[in-house]
């Protein structure tokens, strides 16, 4: 694992942290997903989801990887204008 994918890991790890506590399951895995898609670069969703092809997510709370394999189709798309 490279540091900046540890780096992604660690950051996506609190904003999973943070909606975790949310009672709805699936609305916490839409909040993580908007989250990333409305604040990381592209480059950044997508090394964290060649890292989840790579490697299995290792690393990744349960919450983030399941909110990353269910909105994939969403945080792989180019920044919103």
Known sequence: MSANVNVLI????????FFDTMKNRE???EEIASHLRRFWEPRMRLALL?????????????????????HRNLLALPARP
């Open 27 to 29: 609305q916490s895995l």
């Open 50 to 70: 060649a890292h989840v092809d790579q490697q299995a997510g290792a690393g990744l709370n349960e919450i983030v990887l399941d909110s990353l394999n269910t």
């Open 10 to 17: 660690t950051m996506a790890n609190q904003i999973g942290d």
